[in-house]
Nanobody, 126 residues
Framework: QVQLVESGGGLVQAGGSLRLSCAAS????????IGWYRQAPGKQRELVAR????????DYAESVKGRFTIFRDNVKNTVYLQMNSLKPEDTAVYYC???????????????????WGQGTQVTVSS
């Protein structure tokens, strides 16, 4: 089982920066791909970025490319989202997600369960 706790959200002016953290407990966190998602009021949840268990980022949303960076520290069991040049349209609740598949050491296991944190609010004022 994996438990995820996001932090680092808040109110920031346009052009500012925030760093979100997703701290995890659970033995398979470092063996899973982790994603940051966001959901703005009245909109569907969308993928912001993913990072593999080996620390390879991928799938940045077009709207955040060049501004956001995802990275992880498996020693600290934490994934980060560095957000620069924030815009009002980045306002949303940000969630981290641990995917259902994990590396067992010699093969990929489908745990059948994905995990979500409770979310952290990011508000960017114009």
């Amino acid at each position: 089982q994996v438990q995820l706790v996001e932090s680092g959200g808040g109110l920031v002016q346009a052009g500012g920066s925030l760093r979100l953290s997703c701290a995890a407990s659970g033995s398979t966190f470092s063996d899973r791909t982790i994603g940051w998602y966001r959901q703005a009021p009245g909109k569907q949840r969308e993928l912001v970025a993913r990072i593999s268990r080996l620390g390879i980022p991928s799938d940045y949303a077009e709207s955040v490319k060049g501004r956001f960076t995802i990275f992880r520290d498996n020693v600290k069991n934490t994934v980060y989202l560095q957000m620069n040049s924030l815009k009002p349209e980045d306002t949303a609740v940000y969630y981290c997600n641990a995917e259902r598949y994990y590396w067992s050491g010699y093969k990929t296991i489908d745990s059948g369960v994905e995990y979500w944190g409770q979310g952290t609010q990011v508000t960017v004022s114009s």
